[in-house]
């Protein structure tokens, strides 16, 4: 056993945007499966934004991550020894691995991944951030042939399924991501009808009268994922009885720009358009995750829905890679690749 | 035919609260019905907050009332002209009359109220604000037994209903209501749990604190109708999977008070508590209005769910009367009397 555990930590709560120091890289002897559990070799593990509220230690839906605790992540690995039925050496399974090179799960929250399935898939097209989409979009979103749907972060993992699925709904969909490359790739690879350029747009005025061009008919559903400028630009221009499953705020994680008062604003078109607002956490929802794989992952097969990913390779890279995710500069689903 | 149509009109659109000068009264010769129509002369008419939002010239879901337009509302009245089937002179009918003392209804148009039902209970308890009142709790704010419920403006004819409704369905009920006098009513004659007077609280701060402590279990539906200093004490407070359901924000529709961004707030509050917010109009929900009156009807007469109305005398008086209510001056629901 020369392996040692590796593992990011959490170092201090981050003041606005997480910087490197907030985290911490140790060492120490790798730990041993009690009964029913299993010790797994880490190959690759997610990053996502969700990550960046974990770091907060303000009431959430989730604990905060202590400080000197593991960085939460799922990942996916080899099992290297089992003290559980079902689950032997080398059967490769995804679960709560953290932030790390090896993680003890017990065998109830691992899952197997079949020899078929591409590991890391099950990280994102497959996994939670395209479950998460799918949930909203349909659920929540309700969406109709003929509608509009605009979504921002759209070559990630979450918004580039739910363009997907609406524009095979019969939808137009409307694309917002960061850079002339990211937009190509929405219209290109995820069939969006439209992609806009956000950092092309100083303020919400100029971002919505892209918008407005883009959707001559209105928004019919706005999935919210990143808050801030976005949301501000897309409320003027929903519909009567539109919708807006909200998942995400990754604009306001560290924070928020200095603005008047937008509430009012909301409020009034909340009331005016009869708008549905409502939040969701996917955890929630885990009895629907057999009725997505099993519409997803035959589209997935057949080449229907494309993703991209972005792996980025070594534990100790991982803080600044999240740090650069935070901020856009990723091209599809983060991966971390120990 | 001695008898003159006078008609409280639109002479210019408010700047913020609106003022005695908004208004004109103009008098004429009464209309003769059109086929399929009747004179109604009006006896009573509705003053509601909604008012407000058809004097400005904004997009709404509703026409702007026009420049020399008649003010809209709901009135009731007798038929003392009848050129359609099914109406004869002597009928008691209910319609959109307008701030009038005639009008001409289509028949269509014209619900005929039976002579044991208190005339202007159809302006409130057993109308449009009722209808309100029960509606959005109970298919938008979805009330369970053992929960806590929230309401403002709650002696007027929509919380008023709300409460009654959630306590009868064994909710906690909060009130939040301005001055002690509508505290008090709200508690014994509305049955509330517990009455907050906001005017003895300056800001939302403080407002929360008193909420907080009449609502220890934290609120589970808010009941919407006024914006503002309410909402922003409320959203914090809010429990997970919380229900919101917004009619109207009386507190905003005059302008908007000076404070920093809280649209964030309340983002973050949808997404962590997985909140639904659901703005309605109750005039799309009419095809539910026979199971109002079928559910809410039999209590009213059975003295179960209680009413208060504030009748004030002389169209002349309607401007001032309007302008007061919105300033909550008033006690109940606001009735003119012709």
Redesign the interface.
Same mark, same amino acid.
Do not use: A, Q
């Given at each position: 056993m020369a392996d040692q555990l590796r593992r990011i930590t959490l170092a201090r709560r981050p003041s606005g945007d997480p910087v490197p120091e907030d985290f911490a890289l140790e060492t120490g002897d790798l730990p041993n499966p009690g009964a029913g559990e299993v010790l797994v070799a880490v190959e690759h593990f997610s990053l996502d934004p969700y990550m960046r509220g974990r770091m907060d230690d303000a009431?959430?839906?989730a604990d905060p991550v202590p400080i000197g605790g593991t960085m939460t992540a799922q990942g996916v690995g080899r099992v290297v020894a089992s003290n559980a039925d079902g689950l032997s050496e080398g059967d490769r399974v995804t679960g709560m691995t953290g932030w790390a090179s090896h993680a003890v799960l017990k065998a109830s929250e691992a899952r197997r991944i079949d020899d078929g399935v591409p590991p890391t898939s099950v990280l994102g097209v497959l996994g939670m951030p395209g479950f998460t989409g799918w949930y909203g979009l349909n659920d929540l979103g309700r969406p109709k042939a003929g509608e509009t749907l605009v979504v921002a972060a759209a070559t990630g993992p979450v918004g580039s399924m739910v363009g997907q699925l609406a524009k095979a709904a019969g939808l137009r969909t409307v694309a917002i991501a960061g850079g002339a490359d990211k937009c190509a790739l929405a219209r290109d690879a995820f069939g969006f009808d439209a992609a806009i350029d956000h950092r092309a747009h100083d303020d919400a005025r100029s971002l919505r009268a892209a918008i407005a061009e883009a959707a001559p008919d209105g928004v019919d559903i706005y999935f919210e994922n990143v808050?801030g400028k976005v949301?501000?630009a897309v409320v003027p221009l929903m519909n009567?009885f539109g919708r807006i499953p909200?998942?995400?705020?990754v604009a306001?994680y560290g924070g928020?720009e200095?603005?008047?008062?937008?509430?009012?604003?909301?409020?009034? =078109? &909340?009331?005016?358009?009869?708008? =549905? &607002?409502?939040?969701?956490?996917i955890a929630?929802h885990w009895d629907r995750f057999d009725a997505f794989l099993s519409d997803v992952a035959p589209r997935v097969a057949k080449g229907e829905i494309d993703w991209r990913e972005d792996v980025a390779e070594g534990l100790d890279h991982a803080p600044e890679t999240f740090i650069r995710m935070l901020k856009g500069g990723n091209t599809g689903k983060q991966i971390m690749k120990i």
């Open positions: 009431r959430s839906y808050g949301l501000e009567t909200v998942c995400g705020m306001w928020v200095e603005s008047e008062d937008r509430l009012p604003m909301l409020w009034r =078109s &909340v009331l005016v358009k009869r708008m =549905s &607002v409502s939040g969701f956490i929630d």
